[in-house]
T-cell receptor, first 114, second 112 residues
């Protein structure tokens, strides 16, 4: 069974630009979550989507947004990039929204903002 | 606010030298505690889920245990390939969904 896939794997952008990251969950999984990982803050929750609706949101500014499509694939967008947005962005999928379900992570997209 | 603290920050072991990693948590309403392993440049790899105090799970050289305030990841006779960052995370509270709150991780190095 294929795991979570994320594209692209690496990105270099400049301040002020915007970026879109893509995530395909494990087949049959309907919940997709996004996390940001940095050396200083560790892994932090961005948001979770289920059935094309955002179900939960972390403490990030509105520049961070996402969406989910009917096939459960998800995208996240960061507008007006700042240097501090440089991070590894991880997508995780789980079967549903039961609240105690295991999340399986993809390889991540490494974003560098110059 | 839910908090997860892992110790030690880093651990160096000789091959075959058993040890334990600690994850202490302060949450309201624990729904699940998760252990992940992360290799450099990769996403976290799922290891275990624990749901209630007293629960234990094993996989090869790893054994995870849970009490009401902390979890331990015991590593028996580690090998160099066990070198990685081990992450502990909790699902807690009564929010809808699977949000994970992570600890900072323990970096494990096993030397042959």
């Amino acid at each position: 069974k294929a795991g979570v896939t994320q594209t692209p794997r690496y990105l270099i952008k400049t301040r002020g630009q915007q970026v879109t990251l893509s995530c395909s969950p494990i087949s049959g999984h309907r919940s997709v979550s996004w996390y940001q990982q940095t050396p200083g803050q560790g892994l932090q929750f961005l948001f979770e989507y289920f059935s094309e609706t955002q179900r939960n949101k972390g403490n990030f500014p509105g520049r961070f947004s996402g969406r989910q499509f009917s096939n459960s694939r998800s995208e996240m967008n960061v507008s007006t990039l700042e240097l501090g947005d440089s991070a590894l962005y991880l997508c995780a999928s789980s079967k549903g929204l039961a609240g105690s379900e295991t999340q399986y992570f993809g390889p991540g997209t490494r974003l560098l903002v110059l | 606010e839910d908090q997860v603290t892992q110790s030690p920050e880093a651990l160096r072991l000789q091959e075959g030298e058993s040890s334990s990693l600690n994850c202490s948590y302060t949450v309201s309403g624990l729904r699940g505690l998760f252990w992940y392993r992360q290799d450099p440049g990769k996403g976290p790899e799922f290891l275990f889920t624990l749901y209630s105090a007293g629960e234990e799970k094993e996989k090869e050289r790893l054994k995870a245990t849970l009490t009401k305030k902390e979890s331990f990841l015991h590593i028996t006779a580690p090998k160099p390939e066990d070198s990685a960052t081990y992450l502990c995370a909790v699902q807690a509270g009564w929010e809808y969904g699977n949000k994970l709150v992570f600890g900072a991780g323990t970096i494990l190095r096993v030397k042959s």
